[in-house]
């Protein structure tokens, strides 16, 4: 006999983020502590970008028009930064927890 399982998924706030012409918008990005959350990242540049954090252990390449989705687990309150491999220069951003 099989069962149904209950499940009780948590609906995870997205917010959108845009790589286009070396820079990332929006450059701040503010989240709640302790809930995860999703970042849709989109490529509108005319050449490859990167989201990367070395402090959230967070990497994905994105060619150009292409759309990524990242699953971030609960943080706790702080400023955790971000920024794009192929325009270290102008390709920055954070994310603020509160």
Do not use: C
């Amino acid at each position: 006999m099989i069962l149904p399982l209950q499940v009780n998924a948590e609906e995870l706030t997205i917010y959108a983020l845009t790589a286009e012409n070396g820079r990332f918008q929006p450059e701040t990005i503010v989240v709640p502590a302790g809930r995860r959350f999703k970042i849709v990242i989109t490529n509108k540049g005319p050449g490859p970008e990167e989201f990367e954090s070395i402090e959230l252990r967070k990497e994905t390449v994105l060619a150009p028009g292409v759309t990524r989705t990242l699953v971030f687990a609960p943080m706790k309150p702080g400023t955790y930064k971000f920024f794009g491999e192929f325009h270290k220069d102008t390709a920055q951003g954070r994310i603020v927890v509160k």
